[in-house]
């Protein structure tokens, strides 16, 4: 048996390797271990819960406001006494969070191969996103297999001198999680929520945590969704608010007292998958949802100014608006006036991913360790 020791701390991180443990779970071959760092608490815990995953580790790191810096001496320092005890073969990580970074950096000091899911994503800015584009190539150093999502991201890490022996292009595991919740068919337990389905009002739904937005940004969009709000009565501006007390106090003051903005606490996986299915315009600056709400056919805009994930951008289903206040405005009333402008970007598209991304990754962690073949790559 060949140990694979997953580490993760935040909810994107969990919702991505949630298909990946139980694959690794169900491999004759492999044996999972599953280390959690607590860098998110309540919203990780929310995933864990709904996937039913119960880390055999956690090391509970998480405080309100730490530092960067704080935050990643506390997994190195909690993580090295697993790595001995544990002695996996392998070490999982996923994505770009400081929990990946300091992950990774701590099994190669240990000496045990690290696998990276969700490898070769690239902004080209290392300021944007901050920190995560320095965080993932970071990681991309500390890697002995890359599990690249799409045929771009391996061109990245081909184009860094990556030995391609070393890459596999497997799709990304968010779609395998997409379709494995959206065919639940979880029910709202908030019943307004539940309402707005039943009354098929016109819902955009906002997210938006992004560190570069923090403050001047984050409150020109707060001030943008009141704006909207009040310029179209018959929509609901549906915002679940991640947890940051930063990311709050920036944005819900702006759109206080407006009846058609339903501001919610982190939605359940199922639930969030849903609303985001029966939304007309998705407004974001999440990484996760930008691969996700493409494949469901609705038209997203991100409130960034670059991003790592063009495949959407070029199927047209992804529009990159940036922070700008105005801008915001203008480009959600088009989608929201101009039924041509509407249907050009709501097609149903799925660059990132098949549902097979976990298997195609399992198969290349087995080959890793001369168990067995890789599959095809995805998008080959
Ligand atoms: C982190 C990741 C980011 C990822 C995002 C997903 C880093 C530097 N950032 O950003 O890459 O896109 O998660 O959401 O790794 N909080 C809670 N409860 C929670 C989670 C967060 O109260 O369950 C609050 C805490 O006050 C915490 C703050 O949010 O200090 C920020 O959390 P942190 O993990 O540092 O950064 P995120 O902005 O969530
Ligand atoms: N998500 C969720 N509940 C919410 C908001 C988002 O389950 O209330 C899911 C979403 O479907 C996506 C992931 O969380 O899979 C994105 O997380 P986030 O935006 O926090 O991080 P990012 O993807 O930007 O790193």
């Known amino acids: 048996m060949h140990r694979v020791m997953t580490v993760y701390g935040t909810r994107p991180e969990a919702i991505k390797v949630a298909p990946v443990i139980r694959a690794v779970e169900a491999h004759p071959e492999l044996e999972s271990v599953t280390v959690v760092t607590g860098q998110h608490r309540e919203m990780l815990d929310q995933v864990n819960e709904i996937f039913g995953i119960e880390p055999d580790h956690d090391l509970d790191v998480f405080a309100h406001g730490q530092t960067l810096n704080g935050l990643m001496a506390k997994v190195f320092a909690g993580l090295d006494d697993v790595l001995v005890s544990e002695a996996p073969d392998a070490v999982l990580v996923q994505g770009d969070t400081t929990t990946v970074a300091a992950a990774s950096i701590a099994a190669f000091y240990r000496r045990i191969p690290v696998v990276h899911l969700e490898a070769g994503l690239r902004s080209g800015d290392i300021d944007s996103p901050f920190p995560e584009e320095a965080n993932r190539r970071i990681t991309t150093q500390t890697t002995a297999l890359h599990l690249a999502p799409t045929p771009t991201s391996r061109d990245n890490l081909l184009r860094e001198a990556t030995d391609p022996a070393t890459i596999a292009v497997t799709g990304n595991t968010v779609i395998d999680a997409l379709l494995h919740t959206v065919a639940q068919d979880v029910p709202f337990s908030d019943e307004r929520l ?13 997210t938006t945590h992004r560190r570069e937005n923090w403050g001047g940004a984050m409150e ?24 940051n007390p930063v990311v709050r106090e920036a944005v819900l003051p702006h759109v206080a007292g407006r009846d058609n903005v339903l501001v919610t606490e982190p939605l359940a996986y199922g639930e969030f998958t849903r609303l985001m299915a029966a939304s007309t315009v998705v407004l974001t600056d999440s990484g996760g949802v930008q691969e996700e709400a493409p494949s469901l056919g609705k038209p997203v805009l991100v409130m960034r ?3 790592e994930r063009p495949e959407a951008v070029d199927a047209g289903t992804v529009r990159l608006i940036g922070t700008d206040e105005e801008r915001i405005v203008a480009e959600v009333s088009r989608l929201v006036d101009d ?8 097609n149903a598209v799925n660059p990132y991913g098949d549902g097979r991304a976990a298997e195609r990754s399992v198969a290349a962690i087995a080959a890793l360790f001369g168990t067995g073949e890789r599959l095809a790559d995805f998008g080959s």
């Open 339 to 346: 039924p041509a402008a509407y249907a050009e970007m709501a």
């Open 194 to 206: 539940a309402l707005l389905e039943k009354e098929e009002r016109p819902v955009v739904l906002v």
């Open 305 to 307: 100014e670059n991003t």
């Open 220 to 243: 020109g969009v707060g001030r943008a969704l009141g704006r909207l709000a009040d310029a179209y009565p018959g929509h609901t501006i549906v915002l679940p608010a991640h947890r």
